[in-house]
């Protein structure tokens, strides 16, 4: 995987201005490229490299240099919202089901409200325009389920035993690589030191796929939980 073996990487300076939107990383941009040759990317190192290998969000990293431009950016950017969206919504569900199981009423009316938020989250995460923006749709979502969270830390929600520490350990990761990504950290302590590993967006990529498996790890003994009825409502 030689630098030498892809065409020659451009400098900050020298990028398309919808792909500036990080000043710290100096050089190792790809040039403009067809669908094959952002493919071709997959195989010399350039900026882009970890996090294509590293994420979900593979589409957007590997095709965010074809030469469609910013048309074709913010269409994959958007993609990459999506991703995101989704499992910030639909993963909820099955942790408020769970913790409001033995009251049906207050269950329904929060997940007509988290449908709310996060209708609401999508449209303002796919409009947003920076990246503190994009972060900060995603907050009232985070709000809600922290509100559920500690409703079953209270002892007046259920759901298996394990699952709750799971759920805090999720959205502290996710809110931690998210805060890591706005502050260009480290990369804004040593401009250019970083610009192939170990940058800001790697280390969310990072801490976004421990907080998914920690979700992973909720929901599962959650859902079983669920299924085995082995629970008394106060009312029963
Ligand atoms: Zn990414």
Same mark, same amino acid.
């Given at each position: 995987?030689?630098?030498?073996?892809?065409?020659?990487?451009?400098?900050?300076?020298?990028?398309?201005?919808?792909?500036?939107?990080?000043?710290?990383?100096?050089?190792?941009?790809?040039?403009?490229?067809?669908?094959?040759?952002?493919?071709?990317?997959?195989?010399?190192?350039?900026? %882009?490299?970890?996090?294509?290998?590293?994420?979900?969000?593979?589409?957007?990293?590997? *095709?965010?240099?074809?030469?469609?431009?910013?048309? /074709?950016?913010?269409?994959?950017?958007?993609?990459?919202?999506?991703?995101?969206?989704?499992?910030?919504?639909?993963?909820?569900?099955?942790?408020?089901?769970?913790?409001?199981?033995?009251? #049906?009423?207050?269950?329904? *009316?929060?997940? /007509?409200?988290?449908?709310?938020?996060?209708?609401?989250?999508?449209?303002?995460?796919?409009?947003?325009?920076?990246?503190?923006?994009?972060?900060?749709? *995603?907050?009232?979502?985070?709000?809600?389920?922290?509100?559920?969270?500690?409703?079953?830390?209270?002892?007046?929600?259920?759901?298996? #035993?394990?699952?709750?520490?799971?759920?805090?350990?999720?959205?502290?990761?996710?809110?931690?690589?998210?805060?890591?990504? /706005?502050?260009?950290?480290? %990369?804004?302590?040593?401009?250019?030191?970083?610009?192939?590993?170990?940058?800001?967006?790697?280390?969310?990529?990072?801490?976004?796929?421990?907080?998914?498996?920690?979700?992973?790890?909720?929901? /599962?003994?959650?859902?079983?939980?669920?299924?085995?009825?082995?629970?008394?409502? #106060? %009312?029963?």
């Amino acid at each position: 995987m030689a630098r030498r073996s892809g065409p020659r990487l451009l400098d900050w300076i020298n990028t398309p201005s919808h792909l500036q939107f990080n000043p710290f990383i100096l050089t190792g941009y790809r040039p403009a490229s067809s669908i094959s040759g952002c493919v071709r990317s997959l195989f010399y190192l350039h900026n %882009e490299l970890g996090n294509i290998y590293i994420h979900g969000s593979v589409l957007y990293h590997l *095709f965010m240099c074809h030469r469609g431009g910013n048309r /074709v950016y913010s269409h994959l950017l958007a993609l990459d919202m999506c991703g995101v969206w989704l499992a910030n919504s639909l993963g909820a569900i099955p942790m408020i089901q769970c913790t409001l199981v033995c009251w #049906p009423s207050l269950r329904l *009316f929060t997940l /007509v409200m988290y449908a709310f938020l996060s209708v609401m989250a999508g449209w303002r995460a796919l409009t947003a325009l920076s990246t503190t923006a994009r972060l900060q749709a *995603f907050g009232w979502q985070a709000i809600a389920r922290l509100l559920v969270f500690g409703i079953r830390w209270l002892g007046i929600g259920t759901g298996a #035993p394990r699952s709750l520490l799971c759920y805090l350990r999720m959205d502290a990761l996710a809110l931690l690589g998210g805060l890591v990504n /706005v502050a260009r950290l480290p %990369e804004r302590w040593g401009p250019g030191i970083f610009d192939y590993w170990c940058n800001s967006h790697q280390i969310m990529h990072f801490l976004s796929v421990i907080s998914i498996l920690q979700m992973h790890a909720g929901v /599962v003994p959650d859902l079983v939980w669920a299924a085995s009825h082995d629970y008394a409502c #106060p %009312e029963d």
